[in-house]
């Protein structure tokens, strides 16, 4: 079975590592143990140790880190053909020798699997891992925490993806050769990801447990689609999945609550600016004559004529309600009459290179406030920062976007 389509579940990402002496302590016993059941009659070369050591350091730090966290298991891909190509993302050990990994994790009874099936509609369901009591128990006497966990040095952080085939695929990932610009990119997210590393961030919040969270994961990458101007919003970081009202009563900067500071109409603004024309008063989603009522709607829909290489002929997904009754194409005929200085944008493609621009003036605001000793967390087109230097953020935020997108932002605090 070929499993290489990917659920909507985490995947072992082989690229966790112990971060505590007990955690080492841990990760070796457990690969001494699969040593101990193994019954191969020949040793292996030494670049064959290495990287099987690898794999199962790897897949033992990432079961580790799924119990201690929401425990849902990890989807793995059994079939050798999903290592045969295998690029920059993935670790140098990696081989096809992981399924074999995984099969003495199995003999040894620290992990469980559920294999592999085709689902009725047609695709495939990468195989399920997770571990055992006896793992689990194992791992409760350590009382090692998410803490003890961290992301593995090496990660690519500059990630391509291929266009979407469609608008419920995920575009895969694709190779490429570094240049001036990708080095660029990179060496700016090594800062900030230095720098959160260090960083005093925290979660506190009564309905949470403290292992359901875990901060020290605070690796940002950059996603780009299709080539290196177009998108590269930041994804990563333990802050980001937060359900809104989690983020903002849980989250701690310096031991402080913090702020989330959100661009307002942002995509809209950014189109405005790019055709050097000035956006109008009040609220760009609210079209008339169908008034604020709508406004969800037509939010969804302007988005959707920007992103799009050709208008909407149906309405988008999970609008029907939200917007009003009648044919799509007078709807998008009064988004145009709106904004008439912006209709040539619309269904013209340009909204991942508006996005790129978003980006861009993420990561500089982040960058520029690191530099007067500001922490900054970016949510997509937002930040969160410490309540107490909230002011300083939207000011840097404010002069940013202006000399960026040469018009006014508008900056709201969640």
């Known amino acids: 079975m070929d499993e290489t389509d990917e659920p909507k579940t985490r995947f072992v990402n082989y690229n966790r590592e112990p971060a505590s002496e007990r955690a080492k302590a841990f990760v070796a016993d457990a690969v001494a143990k699969l040593l101990a059941n193994e019954t191969r009659q020949r040793k292996r070369r030494p670049r064959d140790q290495e990287n099987f050591h690898g794999q199962a350091s790897a897949l033992i730090c990432d079961l580790c880190h799924d119990t201690l966290t929401d425990g849902s298991g990890l989807h793995f891909r059994r079939s050798h053909r999903a290592y045969e190509a295998l690029t920059r ?25 559920v294999m592999g099936q085709r689902n009725p509609f047609g695709t495939n369901v990468a195989t399920l891992i997770r571990p055992t009591r006896t ?24 990630i ?17 050769q570094d240049d001036e610009t990708t080095n660029r990119y990179r060496e700016e997210i090594r800062t900030i990801n230095q720098w959160l590393a260090e960083a005093d961030l925290g979660f506190d919040h009564p309905l949470v447990s403290a292992n359901a969270v875990d901060v020290s994961d605070r690796h940002l990458s950059r996603i780009f689609t299709g080539s290196f101007d177009r998108c590269g919003r930041l994804y990563g970081g333990y802050w980001q999945p937060l359900k809104k009202e989690l983020r903002r009563e849980g989250l701690r900067i310096n031991g402080e609550p913090v702020a989330v500071l959100d661009f307002g109409q942002m995509i809209v603004r ?34 959707a004529m920007l992103f799009n290489d050709k208008e909407p002929t149906k309405k988008p997904k ?29 269904g013209a493609g340009k909204g991942l290179s508006l996005m790129f621009q978003e980006s861009e003036i993420l990561i500089e605001i982040i960058r520029e406030l690191m530099a007067i000793g500001i922490t900054a967390l970016p949510i997509h087109d937002a930040i969160a920062v410490s309540i107490i230097c909230h002011e300083q953020a939207i000011e840097i ?16 605090i969640e």
């Open 397 to 412: 935020m404010r002069n940013t976007f202006r000399n960026k997108v040469g018009v006014e932002p508008i900056i709201k």
């Open 89 to 113: 993302y993935d670790p140098n050990f990696l081989t096809k020798k992981v399924t074999d990994v995984v099969d003495m994790m199995i003999a040894s009874e620290l992990a469980e699997q």
């Open 270 to 303: 950014l189109a405005y600016g790019h055709a050097g024309a000035r956006p109008p008063e009040g609220d760009a989603y609210c079209i008339e004559p169908y008034g604020p009522a709508y406004r969800e709607g037509f939010k969804t829909l302007i988005s």
């Open 135 to 158: 793992f689990i128990e194992a791992l409760r006497r350590s009382g090692l925490s998410v803490a003890d966990f961290a992301r593995g040095k090496g990660a690519e952080t500059i």
């Open 318 to 346: 999970g609008t029907k309600d939200l917007l009003p009754k009648g044919d799509v194409e007078a709807l998008c005929q009064a988004v145009k009459q709106a904004h008439p200085s912006i209709s040539h944008l619309f």
């Open 160 to 176: 391509l993806r291929e266009p979407k085939p469609d608008h419920w695929s995920r575009g895969k990932l694709a190779d490429y």
